[in-house]
């Protein structure tokens, strides 16, 4: 039976300095520790099992000392089954009943998040340690440490403070995706964003092309992934949109038209299209009651009323000649899907923008670009920093002032806290708002040519300087921030190299 030969202690490093010399186990004693990280393929191959009969294990075992007198094997489990194995032949081969050598961690007793940490470092360097094994003892390990240990194992890791809520959430993967996503070089952050967007249809190869730009520039920034989030999760809210408007459809047995196949014949009219037997308007209310009363979803997944079959049911056309369909017609549906498209990712790029301006303004100070650009604003007072002023809307201030509830905290409170040597950055955060709530919308109207216009077609040449600034500053600050596909196309006439 081994000896106690360290004392216990609450120290990570002193779980390093203070390993116990070896010594010899009968392989019988041994048992695999609860916090093993290695949960799927445990058994040792035919090529261990050969290697240990003739020479038996070289190399020490790790355990932890057992109330029932057992050892739990939190690395080397692997080696000591084969040690196992190997003497249980031992007598009938004429090979000598060989013990391992082990080190008896009596100071890790009672400390499960650290032997499993310890656990996991072993065997992710290991062949065989799958992805799902690797995720589920980060998380594990993590959540039962102290503060300290924590702080040590995650530095050790490589990984975030949020490592173990990170890895919770990555394991919702199934492994074949995990595997792509390790060998495409997410880290752990990244694989638990991929599963929060798994559900939308090629999440995860845009995920990894974004990975790669980002990656390929070098800078070790990801303004590339996070755009691409971004459009992922307008795209997902889209989807949960027309699955909710879906369900209240059905919830109200009201059916919802499919599109017809092609070749097949659609009986289906809008009721705006449609009157009652006697002339009369039909509307949703005067023509719930019939059997074909139905629905279409449009594009803002809102239900435009039908009439599934309006011959069979007593209904009559409105009157009107019947365009047939021409090539114009295509292209202004065309269109129509390139706006909607566009709206959602000039919507989805405000995130990725408004955190990138948000961690400048919690920097120790600005860059000086950026000061002398709010200057300017502020000093030459532009009719859109004026309106903005006038509506004293100020939740996105306080958002970029670090505010945990813009709703209820005021931005005013929070600057007055901010230190007077970061004034710049106060100033750079109000600038930023007032753009913010001056693009916030894709479509506006502009009084100087007295009409409706897209951002992402025409912007101002102010809002244009605003996206030009951010990606300057984004570029600098190792690529953390790039411009969204949409806002890039909008600035595109705007920058200095363009002809006029």
Known sequence: MATAVSAPTNSPDAHEEEVPPFVYLDPAKVVRDEQNAREHDTE????????????GVEDP????????????AFKGWRRAQAAQ?????????????RRIKAYVREDLVGRDGWTRFLSLVENKHREGMSERDTLRSQ?????????????????????????????????????????????GGMDLEQTAQLAEV?????????????????HEEGNGGRGHWDQEMALLHAEQADAAARAKAEEELTAADIPLLREPGYGEKDPSQPLTELTSGLGNPLTEDNHKNCPGHSARLDEEHRPVWH???????????????????????????????RTVACNRAWKAAAGPRQEFVKRLVRGKAVPDEARQFAQRIMLDLPRFYGKWADKQRTETLAFLLGAKDPERESAADIAASVPKGRLANVVF???????????????????ARMDHVYLWQSPDRLQASYLLLLESLGRADSGSYQLSEVEDQAVAKHRPDTEA
């Open 44 to 55: 040792p191959d035919e090529e261990l099992i050969a290697s240990v009969k003739e020479i």
């Open 61 to 72: 075992i790790s355990v932890r000392p057992r109330p029932d007198g057992t050892f739990g």
């Open 85 to 97: 194995i190997a003497n249980a032949t031992a007598e009938e081969d004429g090979r000598p009943v």
């Open 139 to 183: 998380e594990l390990s993590l959540i039962d440490m102290s503060d300290v240990e924590r702080r040590k194992a995650t530095k050790a890791l490589g990984v975030s403070h949020n490592a173990a809520k990170h890895a919770k959430a990555a394991q919702k993967l199934n492994d074949a995706t995990l595997r792509r996503a390790s060998a």
């Open 198 to 214: 798994e559900n939308v249809r090629g999440a995860e190869n845009r995920l990894l092309r974004a990975l790669q730009r980002d």
């Open 307 to 337: 009439c599934a079959d309006p011959a069979e049911y007593g209904h009559k056309v409105r009157p009107k000649p019947k365009k047939p369909k021409t090539e114009e017609d295509e292209q202004k549906a065309e269109e129509r899907a």
């Open 429 to 447: 955060a109000q600038v930023a708002a007032a753009f913010e709530d001056d693009i916030r919308e894709p479509k506006k109207f502009d009084t």
